[in-house]
């Protein structure tokens, strides 16, 4: 069932969003053919679920320095068996930053795929990244083991924690959304 909620968000989403057809119809092809894409151990790939989560007055954004990345991201983390990729972003968000939140909407907020490198006993794989967007109930985070850090960062401003493409497109998607 929440496999085929997850081909109808992103069925919803190529509507919204069609310059970035060929990244979709790839995620669409992966959740369609592979019966294991919400596994952690599915070296194919697997679907993860990441969370855009701004501030009340939607003009900051909670950004991690990843632990195992050493990048500056949005919080998120691995479905482990979960198919509900909402639930998956929301999750993992709350475990890493301790903050209550709301989600913006029910649909997907952006996607992306990309690859992780090799790191112990994994081999590189890609992340399929189901990204949803949410407001936090307050400001007062704490720091997990997955971060060095946490910091609100300013959304037009966010080039000076990242460069990261992914990222910056989340930030113009965030500040041309219709008020």
Known sequence: MHRTRAI???SRYLER???ERATVER?????RDEPRCFERNCWAGHVTGSAWVVDRGGTRVLLTHHRKLDRWLQ???HSDGDADSLNVAS???TEESGLLMEAASIE??????????ARGDDPSHFHFDARFAFVAVDDAFRV???SHALCWVKIGEIERFT????MLRMARKWLDRAP
């Open 8 to 10: 109808e968000r992103l």
């Open 17 to 19: 969003h069609r310059d």
């Open 27 to 31: 995620y669409l092809e992966f959740v």
């Open 75 to 77: 919080l998120g983390g």
């Open 91 to 93: 999750r993992e968000a």
């Open 108 to 117: 997907l907020f952006d996607v992306d795929i990309h690859l992780i490198p």
């Open 144 to 146: 997990s083991d997955e």
């Open 163 to 166: 460069t990261e493409p992914s």
